[in-house]
């Protein structure tokens, strides 16, 4: 077994897909419309993470609740360097909604949300033990 894509579903496709191509650098690489299940997709990709952005044809999502702790789900994506992942969020207007948070010496993370209120977590693995016990 291995990982594909995490899915995450979205009132407006092209909305989401310009959030995550435009401010968090994804790079679309396939889309589909599919009338008979009245739903179109996109699928992403930034270096090793896969997304699905999903949209139901024809249907108002209504409002959401706001993501609220321990926002979950969540889509987890490794970065390097924390800080400066925040700060290029930060020059995007992204509101961060909690973080930096860290475990010394082992793990720092922020979360942050799509316009849709799918959060995503920005990580950065601090011990290279740590990333082999993951």
Known sequence: MRYDHVAFEVADLDVAVRFYVDRLGFEETWRHRNEQEAEECAFLSAGDVRLELLAVLGESQGERPPPAPPYC?????????????????????????????????KVRWLYFADPDG?????????????IADR
């Open 73 to 105: 789900p969540h889509l987890a994506i490794a970065v390097d360097d924390l800080i400066h992942a925040a700060a290029a969020l930060k020059e995007q207007g992204i509101a961060i909604l909690r973080g930096p948070l860290e475990v010394a010496n």
């Open 118 to 130: 799918n959060v995503v977590e920005y990580v950065e693995w601090l011990s290279r033990k740590t």
